[in-house]
């Protein structure tokens, strides 16, 4: 597998950068997860939208979807232009039913539902589920192909379950909105230290830091996180690649 990191902001990109979205590819299977303000424009520098097997997405707040609708029109546009437009599956929940209704649109892409209870499997990922705490339903992701395994927390803030699901992660692509000294479980979000406490307890191989702050010195978060985490951590940013 190889992930690349298209946007690593939380809330709103920074400018010319992206917030929530990320590509995974193995083989020639190209999977989007989240689809966030200014994804589509960062995206084309490592895949095109026609070129997409699927996308998935966590929930349904404007970081993770803000770009969902530029994708659907990229596609019926480069429809206009007799590119060889399928129709693009998008994967949601359907706990906000008029989120997951507008991953529809005309005949370039389709809403399918995803079952948290069950075992997706998506092309060549086998994809399992668990609902965070966060202001909405959203939901983390523990992604498997070959024996490689990729933990996103996507948004929430600290919970005990998440210590057995991310459990022996080869990387654990945790979301970071606060500094170790702040607490974020109110808006549904971690700090650094929660982030490298879960990767300790989970026996994660990389922990790689995410869904940003803004404001502040960014290695801080870093440094925070390596008090309580002894393996490799990372900040995520724009063209981020990791190979397994």
């Excluded at 946007?7 to 995974?24: D, I």
């Excluded at 994809?127 to 933990?151: S, W």
């Amino acid at each position: 597998m190889k992930l690349t990191v298209i946007g690593q902001w939380g809330g709103y990109p920074k400018v010319n950068e992206a917030s929530t979205g990320y590509l995974l590819e193995h083989g020639t299977y190209k999977l989007l997860i989240d689809c966030g303000s200014a994804v589509l424009s960062k995206m084309q520098n490592f895949v095109q939208p026609e070129d997409l097997n699927a996308v998935i997405i966590s929930h349904y707040h404007p970081d993770h979807v803000a770009d969902i609708g530029v994708l659907q029109h990229a596609l019926i546009i480069g429809k206009y232009m007799d590119k060889n437009i399928q129709t693009l599956s998008i994967y949601g929940h359907q706990e906000d039913e008029s989120g997951f209704q507008s991953l529809n649109f005309q005949d370039v892409t389709k809403a399918v539902p995803y079952n948290p209870s069950e075992t997706l499997q998506i092309g060549p990922f086998s994809i399992t589920f668990l609902k965070t705490k966060h202001p909405v339903p959203c939901y983390a992701m523990r992604i498997e192909a070959e024996n490689q395994v990729i933990v996103y927390t996507a948004d929430t803030s600290y919970i005990e379950s998440l210590n057995e699901f991310a459990k022996g992660a080869d990387v654990l692509l945790c979301e970071c909105n606060f500094y170790g000294d702040m607490d974020g479980s109110g808006a549904g979000h971690m700090n650094s230290y929660d982030a490298g406490n879960l990767a300790h307890i989970a026996g994660a191989k990389r922990l790689v830091l995410t869904h940003l702050p803004q404001y502040g010195d960014l290695e801080q978060l870093k440094s925070e996180a390596a008090e309580k985490f002894s393996g490799e951590v990372m900040l995520a940013y724009y063209g981020m690649g990791i190979q397994l």
